[in-house]
């Protein structure tokens, strides 16, 4: 009876999610959806809040209100006048300017810099003018470690709201290649009341920088559906390779490209590559491609609605990811869930979901030579059948144990009871 009590108790709490579109726009919903399906299980009211308002309607649960007023607010008309008023005031933004001054990538920073600080003003001022935050029994849970919470910082000194964030990737790792800088890194999470990171990784670096309080940092990854098993019998004169991600720099698509064009190279086997992705490099990597058409067939896809379903209907034999930085890949995790091995970057993110027994890794450090060593693995292992689905067996398992969606919301449920 006690637990029944306690458990109506937390149902009766308000939590006020922060998404980047959701749920005006789709870039969120593999992320959200099903997180959001059982939140609105356990709570009693929810509420959106998008930044961007992409004006596509999705119909949502009842007891699911959406605030779009919020999405108003970040004209370039308001962000100039912020930046000049409030901005060019605060001592934040001169010590941020003053740390980044000699380092590289320094005109990037800085653009970086005024808009987030910018940004936080304004979102503090909606916040303020709104009043939302004087409600009792409040959690605000920001599904990005983004500028938002600066503004939380100056609102807990003003309210006894609750608020959560959860790091996803880039907001921990860094927005440039080869660069870990985030803005306002040292006054993001402190305040926080729990940040949600998705690996021990993620944890490490907060702890390693002295961010935030070990007892606030919760591990709890997002989950995928449960899909069925690649019943994949490993075709003799064709092998099918996939990746599937935004096409920008840092998840070094032209690196993949020229892994399969020497892949290609070292079997008789035909190659077929389909490539899922839209972004800033479309146009050149449609170019790469054409390129090198003789050396093996290939799809550019810009989207499909359900990459497991297209995982086995196009039978599949192996999936790649060759990203520089990454949080925790929900394309490897797909594809591992559907009993594909992995080839991927050697990143420690992507450790946390690949090993030798359930894919391969490539050096990003030693193209060439990694390249040709893991091509010889891979060719021993489809020569060898047994290898190949031991893998396959191995990468099912380790999803369907660890990462499916109801087990994974069951730690992020626990974390909010605790708050």
């Known amino acids: 009876m006690f637990y029944i009590f306690i458990l109506k108790m937390k149902i009766n709490k308000k939590i006020i999610i922060f998404t980047n579109d959701f749920p005006t726009g789709n870039l969120e919903d593999t992320f959200i959806k099903f997180e959001l399906s059982r939140l609105t299980r356990d709570f009693k009211e929810i509420e959106i809040i998008p930044q961007n308002n992409l004006k596509k309607k999705k119909k949502l649960e009842k007891n699911i209100s959406t605030n779009l007023d919020f999405s108003k607010q970040f004209s370039k008309e308001k962000i100039i006048k912020f930046f000049f008023f409030k901005t060019l005031f605060s001592c934040a933004f001169y010590k941020e300017i003053f740390e980044n001054l000699l380092k590289k990538n320094f005109i990037f920073k800085l653009k970086m810099i005024i808009i987030e600080l910018t940004k936080s003003e304004i979102a503090y001022n909606w916040f303020l003018k709104n009043k939302i935050y004087q409600k009792k029994n409040l959690i605000f849970y920001s599904f990005w470690s983004d500028y938002l919470l600066l503004s939380f910082e100056k609102l807990k000194k003003k309210s006894n709201i609750k608020v959560i964030s959860r790091v996803l990737g880039s907001d921990l790792n860094g927005f440039l290649k080869n660069d870990d800088y985030v803005p306002y890194i040292k006054k993001k999470f402190y305040s926080l009341d729990s940040v949600i990171v998705l690996t021990n990784y993620q944890k490490s670096i907060l702890l390693k920088k002295k961010l935030i309080k070990a007892n606030k940092i919760k591990i709890s990854p997002l989950g995928i559906y449960k899909t069925r098993k690649n019943t994949n019998t490993l075709k003799k004169n064709s092998i099918n390779f996939l990746s599937c991600n935004n096409l920008i720099e840092i998840k070094n698509t032209d690196k993949i490209i020229n892994f399969i064009k020497i892949f290609s190279q070292l079997t008789s086997q035909k190659i077929h590559y389909y490539l899922i992705g839209t972004g800033k490099q479309f146009k050149e990597i449609k170019l790469e491609l054409k390129s090198i058409e003789k050396y093996f067939d290939y799809k550019l896809i810009k989207k499909v609605e359900n990459l497991p379903k297209f995982l086995l209907k196009n039978k599949i034999d192996f999936f790649l990811n060759f990203s520089s930085q990454e949080g925790m890949s929900f394309s490897i995790m797909e594809a591992l869930g559907c009993g594909i091995p992995v080839i991927c970057s050697k990143i420690k993110a992507n450790q946390n979901l690949v090993n030798k027994e359930r894919g391969y890794f490539v050096n990003l450090n030693k193209l060439q030579s990694s390249y040709l060593k893991v091509s010889k693995l891979v060719l ?28 994974c919301y069951k730690v992020f449920f626990n974390i909010l009871n605790e708050i």
């Open 380 to 407: 021993k292992d489809i020569k060898n059948k047994k290898n190949y689905f031991l893998k396959s067996d191995n990468a099912y398992n380790f999803v369907n144990k660890n990462l499916i969606n109801e087990k």
